[in-house]
């Protein structure tokens, strides 16, 4: 008996679940590195203005969560796409739901929370609020396919190595 191929729809699972959860944060996370490196950078121009400056306050929790997280889903990814152990069909799907009940979280969180002076008043929360919410859907989505695809047949005979008699 041959073991079984990876199926197309596992495949999909799983790369779309790297974009999601790993290389959107690592990108977000370069995005801030390397704007909080051009804004350290402070000119003193010769009529005595300047202009430069810094990312007041403390790093972003949810960002350096969601890096190390992603960084996490990666080994679990590849894994899973090697279908070695067979428990890697559990912990994979569970990791995507773990990864969808944090953005959830995250989305609520930050987007309940109360504008004001002290913290500055930002034009573009509404753009951002919009894309959490969005970014909250496609996660659901990917859950949810994952979690159904996992479960299927052709997916369960690759993780357990074998086709049932």
Known sequence: MTKPGRPFGLSIAIVAGIVQFTLLPLIRWLWVWGLQQQMQVAVLEGDGSAHGGGIVGQIDTWLVVEGVLGLMFLVIAVMSW????????????GAVLL?????LVQTVVVTSRPQSIVTGIDSGAGLADTLLWLRLLVSLLLGAYTAWFVNRGPSRAFFRGYYLS
């Open 82 to 93: 090697r279908g070695k152990p067979s428990s890697m069909r559990y912990i994979f799907a």
């Open 99 to 103: 990864l969808v009940l944090l953005t």
